[in-house]
């Protein structure tokens, strides 16, 4: 049997929260959150809406700081570094741990330049030819589109131009991959695909995912973090870590009874 410690201390961490709060203005989100993500894993983040999934999942690479009133409080490891430290260049912490969000979003630029265009950016001095090729390999879409190179990204399918920001988010040679619901705008044939693509990206990448998904969670996850939401002192709705364990344990012996009464469809 996989017990949850054997699982999670036999692997290196990647990154860890220690108390972490995250405040949007005086409201708080999401409450003392602590939690380590392995290295090459997957982790998904599950729980009913409005308990803090992506905005925990924002934390990890600094995109809560593009919203005025947030601010977080407490620790968030990227290794041994801490993120919020104030030596720590946001935008370099973005290429390390990059994002690909619930809608498909293309550049507006030709599929080349949607891998090309980040990789310049982040000052790449290497072949952008095989940068392009590799990439689109990576993320299982160079097959359908290298004759088409030159046309633009938002002229693929949905599910296309999911993989095609997948693969611009690894242009640029990342060690994390924040998934926000990357498959709740997909067909199903197409989300089969990007959940493929995840098993094989996780050999080089870290991956944490945000689904609604529950099937999802148990067919692409190694661990799994069930939220919940909880009325606090203020009257406000707060998000808090419910249960994180091996995806195999939460969904076939949580220990917690509302992880059963979510995994079950009671709730949420
Ligand atoms: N930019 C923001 N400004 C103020 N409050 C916000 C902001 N973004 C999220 N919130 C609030 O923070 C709480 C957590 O939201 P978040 O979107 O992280 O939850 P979630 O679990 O990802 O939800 P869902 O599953 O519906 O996407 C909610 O109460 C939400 O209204």
């Given at each position: 049997m996989v017990t949850k410690t054997?699982?999670?201390?036999?692997?290196?961490?990647?990154?860890?929260?220690?108390?972490?709060?995250i405040f949007y203005g005086n409201f708080l989100a999401v409450?003392?959150?602590?939690?380590?993500?392995?290295?090459?894993?997957?982790t998904a983040f599950i729980g009913p809406s409005g308990c803090g999934k992506s905005t925990l999942l924002r934390c990890y690479n600094r995109l809560n700081d593009l919203i005025d009133s947030f601010r977080a409080e407490g620790k968030v490891y990227f290794y041994d570094k801490n993120l919020y430290a104030?030596?720590?260049?946001?935008?370099?912490?973005?290429?390390r741990i990059g994002m690909v969000f619930q809608r498909p979003n293309p550049f507006p630029k030709s599929i080349r330049d949607n891998i090309a265009f980040g990789a310049k950016i982040n000052g790449y001095r290497g072949n952008?030819?095989?940068l392009v090729e590799t990439s689109l390999r990576q993320a299982a879409l160079w097959d359908e589109v290298k004759d088409k190179l030159n046309q633009s990204g938002l002229s693929l399918s949905g599910g296309q131009q999911q993989r095609l920001c997948i693969a611009r988010a690894v242009a640029v040679q990342p060690e994390v991959i924040l998934m926000d619901e990357p498959c709740s705008a997909l067909d199903p044939i197409s989300t089969l695909r990007v959940e493929e693509l995840i098993h094989e990206l996780k050999e080089k990448y870290t991956i944490v995912i945000v689904t609604h998904n529950m099937q999802q969670?148990?067919?692409?996850?190694d661990q799994t973090a069930f939220f919940n939401v909880k009325t606090s002192e203020k009257g406000g709705r707060t998000g808090y870590l419910v249960e994180y364990a091996p995806t195999e344990l939460i969904f076939n012996d949580p220990q917690q009874e509302d992880t059963k009464a979510y995994i079950s469809g009671?709730?949420?």
């Open positions: 054997d699982t999670i201390n036999s692997t290196e961490m990647v990154l860890r929260t220690e108390n972490l709060n409450q003392n959150i602590w939690m380590d993500i392995a290295k090459n894993q997957v104030p030596d720590i260049d946001p935008v370099e912490v973005r290429r952008i030819d095989e969670a148990a067919r692409v996850s009671r709730f949420g």
